[in-house]
């Protein structure tokens, strides 16, 4: 059975840096798009990042600063550091896998979803 488990997350305060890891069992990871979304409490489930089998990332453009993605195929892991927290990235941080050769930014597209790590961003 596919498992997906997020880390790193926690309680920062503004300005501050986090990097959240998902480590992949059951999975040919290297096969794999990886996503990063996270939910806002009220808000819907949003795209964050996404890194394909190769390597080639997106992000979406109002994060393009601030987020960074990358992946250890040897660890079966994928990683989103997040740089200048803001109270507004407080969340829950999901990382999903598609077996798309490309990113999307669509939830439907993603076959496997981890539990969640939360991302709580002090004033």
């Known amino acids: 059975q596919v498992q997906l488990v997020e880390s790193g997350g926690g309680l920062v305060q503004a300005g501050g840096s986090l990097r959240l890891s998902c480590t992949a069992s059951?999975?040919?990871?290297?096969?794999?798009?990886m996503g990063w979304f996270r939910q806002a409490p009220g808000k819907e489930r949003e795209f964050v990042a996404g890194?394909?089998?190769?390597?080639?990332?997106y992000r979406h453009s109002a994060n393009a600063e601030r987020f960074s993605i990358s992946r250890d195929n040897a660890k079966n892991t994928v990683y989103l550091q997040i740089n200048s927290l803001k109270p507004e990235d407080t969340a829950v941080y999901y990382c999903?896998?598609?077996?798309?050769?490309?990113?999307?930014?669509?939830?439907?597209?993603?076959?496997?979803w981890g539990q969640g790590t939360q991302v709580t961003v002090s004033s």
């Open positions: 059951e999975l040919t990871f290297s096969s794999y798009t």
């Open positions: 999903a896998a598609s077996a798309a050769r490309v990113v999307d930014t669509s939830i439907g597209d993603y076959n496997y």
């Open positions: 890194v394909n089998w190769s390597g080639t990332s």
